[in-house]
């Protein structure tokens, strides 16, 4: 079983950037799974934003293209997402979810501000 744990969120002002962290821990052969964002605001569907695979192939929703960056680092059992020239819109609840075709694991998601 593995546990997975969020993290780096926070307020920032538009414009601003924040890292999040996803790190899995436990009995996990991290390198094995693919790794996704996704963040949910009050009243919405949780939605996707960016995902990176085991073989580090990245995609990202259209409205972070150029702006959010996914990557992993598999020694760590650590994936990011860094969030360049961070938006309004982009305040949410960010959660990561680590799986394949056998396994789904999600972390608590961690929150977003984006406010002046």
């Known amino acids: 079983q593995a546990h997975i744990v969020t993290s780096g969120g926070g307020l920032v002002q538009p414009g601003g950037s924040l890292n999040l962290s996803c790190t899995a821990s436990?009995?996990?052969?991290?390198?094995?799974?693919?790794v996704h964002w996704y963040r949910e605001t009050p009243g919405n569907e949780r939605e996707k934003v960016a995902g990176i695979t085991v073989g580090d192939y990245a995609t990202y929703e259209d409205s972070v293209k150029g702006r959010f960056t996914v990557t992993r680092d598999n020694a760590k059992k650590t994936a990011y997402l860094l969030m360049n020239n961070l938006k309004f819109e982009d305040t949410a609840l960010y959660y990561c979810n680590v799986r394949n075709i056998g396994d789904s694991y999600w972390g608590l998601g961690t929150q977003v501000t984006v406010s002046s």
């Open positions: 436990g009995d996990i052969f991290f390198s094995i799974y693919g």
